[in-house]
C-alpha cells in the first residue's frame, strides 16, 4: 500500500467506516436515519458504508420491530452489529485451576468452562488441560475454532511481549516456557499472553468494582501476590513488564517470606501452598490464638506491599482479588495504612468479579485486539471507549 496523503480517499473511506461500525455496534438496530444523525455523515455515505459492512459479513438487517411490523407501509431498514461474525477466548492458567470464557465480537459471554488441575503439574500437563477446556467450551456452544479472531491468555509471572514468561516461580516449568509460541500451534488466530494481575485489572476496569476509575491499581492477592495497575485507562506494563511485581518485595528481608509469615510454630510454613495457607486462616477463624498472629502477620505485609505500591502511583482506587478478597479484616487495615503514608488516600474496594477476573481481562485483551483491527483507520488517531 502506497503511503496516504491528508486528502486520500481511501483514508476517508476507512475513517467513515469505523465510525458506522462503531455506531451500529452501540446502537439498537439503528435504522439509516439514525446512523446518519448518530454519526453526522451524509446519508448516501452511510449508505456506502453500510453496503460495504454488508459485504464484509459485520452487519446484517435486522427483523423489524412488532410496532413496525403492524403499521402499514414497509418498515424502516433496521441493522445490527453481527457479533457472531467471529469469536473470542478468555484464558485462565492458574496454579489449581484453568479456565475459558468465550464471546462474540461484542464483549457478551456465550460459553465458559475450568477445569482442576494440580499444582504440581509440568507445563506440558497444564497445557493439556488448557486445550482441553477450550475444545470443550467450543464442543458445547457448537462455534468452531476457525471462527476465533482472538485468544487473550492470563498467566502468572512476568510475561514478554512474545508472550514468553521471562519468570514465573507459582508454576512447575514456568520459567522460560514460550507460552504465546506453545499455544499459537492450537490456532489460526493471534495469542495474547498477559501477566495474571495485569488482565485482572483490565477485567475490573472493564466490567467491575473499577468501572468508574482510571486510575487503578489491583491486587491479586495469593501466596506470591502481585498487582496490575491501569494510569489514565491504560495497561502499565513498566520498562521490562514486572510492574506490579510486590510479591518479590520479600527479597529485602529474609524474615518476612510467606513461608515465615504464616507459620505457626518457630519453622518455616512446609510445604507452603494454598492448602496449608486455607488450614492457617481456619485456624485464626476458630480462634487458636497463633494461627490469628500468622494472619495478622501476612495481611500486615500484604498491606505494606500494597501501600508501597499507591504511594509511587497515586491511584484513586485499589481493588483487592483473589483468594485474598474473602478474608476478614483485609480492607480495614489497608484502608488504615494507606491513610498513614498517602497524600491522598485512594478508595478500597473488593473485586466484584472474584474467580472470573483474570479470565475476563484476558477476553477483554483479545476484544481490544480486534477492536483494533476493525477500528483501525491508518495516519490518524481515532479513539472509542469499551462498550
Known sequence: MGRLTGGDPSLLRRINSAVVLHALRGAHSPTLTDLTRITGLSRPTVEGVVEGLFEAGLVV?????????????????????????????????????????????????IGAGSREVSETAGADVRLDQVRAVIADVLRRTGVARSSLRAVGVGSPGIVEADGTVRLGTALPDWTGLPLGERLRRSFRCPV??????????????????????????????GLSPGAGSLIGGRLHRGFGGAAGEIGALHLLGRDVTPEHLLS?????????????????????????????AAVERFIQRLVHDVAALA???DPELVVVGGWAAGLDG??????????????????VAL???????????????ALDHVEEQLFAVEGTAVSYTHL
Not at 461474525?85 to 492458574?94: D, F, S
Not at 498477559?194 to 491479586?220: M, P, Q, R
Not at 486462616?281 to 490469628?292: I, N, P
Open 61 to 109: 438487517e435486522a427483523v423489524p420491530e412488532d410496532g413496525e411490523a403492524r403499521r402499514q407501509g414497509r418498515p424502516a431498514r433496521r441493522f445490527r452489529f453481527r457479533a457472531e461474525a467471529g469469536y473470542l477466548l478468555g484464558v485462565e492458567i492458574g496454579s489449581h485451576r484453568v479456565s475459558a470464557l468465550l464471546s462474540g465480537l461484542d464483549g457478551r459471554i
Open 192 to 221: 495474547l499472553v498477559e501477566n495474571d494481575a495485569n488482565a485482572a485489572a483490565v477485567a475490573e476496569h472493564w466490567k467491575g468494582a473499577a468501572t468508574e476509575s482510571d486510575d487503578i491499581v489491583f491486587v491479586l492477592a
Open 264 to 292: 505457626t510454630t518457630d519453622t518455616p510454613l512446609d510445604p507452603l501452598d494454598e492448602h496449608a495457607v486455607a488450614a492457617v486462616f481456619a485456624k485464626a477463624r476458630h480462634g487458636d490464638a497463633g494461627a490469628q
Open 311 to 313: 504511594l509511587a502511583l
Open 330 to 347: 483485609v480492607l480495614d487495615p489497608l484502608r488504615d495504612e494507606l491513610a498513614r503514608y498517602c497524600l491522598r488516600p485512594p478508595r
Open 351 to 365: 473485586s466484584l468479579l472474584g474467580e472470573a477476573a483474570v479470565a475476563t481481562g484476558a477476553l477483554r485483551l
